[in-house]
């Protein structure tokens, strides 16, 4: 594991103080659960952009309508086997 040093306003390092003795678990523990927890929405933002982008885009959406066709064929022919 990676060392990190950091500065943090005195008002958020109080609030991690307390919070760390409420809960009984050291703050770095408290600040890694939080940094994982924002770049894990960070990127399900980026996702639903890139996302609500994509679906603006006529040949993608014609791509994907396509792709979709091909599914239902694969599933109904896997219905007539099974």
């Known amino acids: 594991m990676a060392n990190y040093t950091s500065s943090l306003p005195d008002s958020v390092l109080s609030k991690l ?4 003795q409420k809960l009984k678990v050291p703050k770095n523990q408290i600040i890694e659960r ?8 960070i ?14 885009d006529k040949d993608i959406l014609a791509m994907a309508e396509e792709g979709m066709e091909e599914y239902v064929t694969a599933l109904d022919d896997w219905d007539e086997k099974g």
């Not at 103080?17 to 760390?20: F, I, L």
């Not at 939080?34 to 929405?41: F, G, I, M, N, W």
Request: glycine share 4%; hydrophobic share 40%.
């Open 17 to 20: 103080s307390e919070m760390a």
């Open 43 to 56: 990127e399900r933002q980026m996702y639903i952009r890139a996302f609500k982008q994509i679906s603006g």
């Open 34 to 41: 939080a940094v994982d927890k924002y770049l894990t929405e």
